[in-house]
């Protein structure tokens, strides 16, 4: 059954994850969604970038927070891209636009952003950070989610002597799931957020 935004009529972001069209796509979950959102700090009329935005979760949460404005999620994976077409129109969103290829070339020519958030890299966070540095509004955040350690390493280093107000977060989360006539906690893979303000 299909399923339009007025099937989740709330405004506070954390969308089941259940909501998603996912395949073999990495999904953002729910309660790091939240958690992201929140230190993004979105406001009505921004225009955001979700680089290496996957199934879209996130795009999805930002797009319905900053309308009328707009999110750009970058993705270079044609399935993910779909993925993330499918997911838009799910809840009825003329905002997202999936901008197909390799961040950082694939940013150039696009509208500067406000707030910029960064969920997969393919190896080149540096250089995505560096273009995105370039182009971001003072008084813009990056938030990074950083499942490696090497990817936390690369967002702290990248902030030092840029201009940047830093704050973080190690989020370690679990879920309670039913076994049997009991319950148990499940947790989530560890994932550092990295809030990066630009003065």
Request: with cysteine; net charge positive; charged share 20%.
């Amino acid at each position: 059954m299909a399923m339009t935004i007025l099937d989740w009529p709330f405004i506070t972001p954390g969308i089941p994850d259940a909501w998603f069209t996912r395949d073999r796509v990495p999904l953002t979950k729910e309660e790091i969604r939240v958690l992201t959102l929140a230190k993004a700090r979105l406001g009505s009329g921004m225009t955001v970038y979700d680089i290496g935005a996957g199934t879209g979760s996130l795009a999805v949460e930002a797009a319905r927070l900053v309308a009328p404005g707009q999110v750009l999620a970058v993705e270079v994976n044609p399935l993910a891209c779909d993925l993330i077409r499918q997911n838009s129109e799910r809840f009825n969103l003329g905002n997202l636009q999936v901008v197909a290829g390799e961040a950082p070339e694939v940013l150039a020519g696009l509208p500067a952003p406000d707030r910029v958030l960064i969920g997969g890299s393919g190896g080149r966070l540096k250089d995505i950070l560096a273009r995105c540095h370039n182009l971001l509004h003072p008084g813009g955040i990056i938030v990074i989610n950083a499942i490696t350690p090497e990817t936390l390493t690369t967002a702290l280093t990248f902030s030092q002597g840029r201009g940047y107000r830093v704050a973080a977060l190690a989020a370690s989360l679990a879920r309670l799931e039913p076994a049997g006539r009991v319950h148990f906690w499940r947790s989530l893979n560890p994932v550092h957020i990295v809030q990066l303000i630009k003065e």
